[in-house]
């Protein structure tokens, strides 16, 4: 059991998580757009602009409740059912439609992703072990599936690097590396407190280095998004560091 380290992790993952969703419902609000956490339904639906606009009012009331002792595990749910829902009925569809496009599995392992931190929310303080390993287990899958992207799309993940860091394909080397051995540490006993606690704040940096800069130059809905998502699936990850780094040691009897 890691103790304090697990608990301030587990804290700052729940509130990363509650305020990536709850921001991502602010965008959709004022903007009445569907954007990356809540799929765009197709022109079937009627009055998009209204629905995104509730559907946001959802995000945010949700995201509050996360950070609600008495409305956290209500509000977690919400947000399970909400991202199922999204990945059933569109995610999978898309990899279906083209399962040999790397890129096309991006956007689903994400929503996999941000499930796992929204199930870790549910579940009480000594679940069943196949419950717990839930949550590490879509983590991992979102990490080593980002990581080796970083190679197979070296040259585009290139551009997204910081001109001033120098070096750019020693940066998305060493990015993806870094995901592909976070996401195997994070389903290894031993090591998952330490392989999701580095993923959260390697993601978590991401946020002020790459994302921040980019929404900044180009004021563009997508890039302002993908602020509140890395920051979403930063706290996923320290949810997981905090799940596994606090879990009780069982006592062996004499």
């Not at 954007?35 to 209204?50: D, M, Q, S």
């Not at 717990?132 to 287990?137: K, N, Q």
Request: aromatic fraction near 10%.
């Amino acid at each position: 059991m890691i103790g304090r380290p697990a608990q301030l992790s587990g804290t700052l993952g729940r509130w990363f998580f509650a305020l990536g969703v709850a921001f991502s419902g602010v965008q959709q609000m004022t903007g009445g757009i569907f954007i990356r956490l809540i799929h765009r339904p197709g022109a079937w639906l009627p009055h998009p602009a209204l629905a995104a606009r509730a559907l946001g009012a959802v995000l945010i009331a949700v995201g509050a409740g996360l950070l609600l002792p008495r409305w956290r595990r209500s509000a977690a749910w919400t947000t399970v059912a909400l991202l199922a829902l999204i990945f059933v009925v569109f995610r999978v569809p898309e990899i279906l439609a083209q399962p040999a496009t790397g890129y096309v599995w991006t956007n689903p392992a994400k929503v996999l992703a941000l499930l796992g931190g929204a199930w870790m929310l549910t579940l009480p303080e000594r679940p069943a072990a196949w419950k717990e390993r839930i949550g590490p287990l879509f983590l991992a899958t979102f990490l080593v599936l980002g990581g080796i992207q970083h190679f197979v799309y070296a040259d585009f993940v290139d551009t997204l690097v910081p001109a001033w860091l120098g070096h750019l394909r020693f940066w998305t080397c060493l990015a993806g590396a870094c995901l592909i051995a976070g996401g195997i540490g994070t389903v290894i006993p031993r090591l998952s407190f330490w392989a999701a606690a580095m993923s959260a704040l390697m993601i978590f940096l991401w946020v002020p280095l790459l994302h921040v800069p980019r929404a900044v130059s180009m004021p563009d809905p997508g890039e302002t998004s993908a602020i509140f998502e890395a920051l979403a699936i930063s706290g996923v990850a320290a949810l997981v560091a905090g799940r596994v780094g606090g879990r009780k040691k069982p006592k062996v009897e004499s």
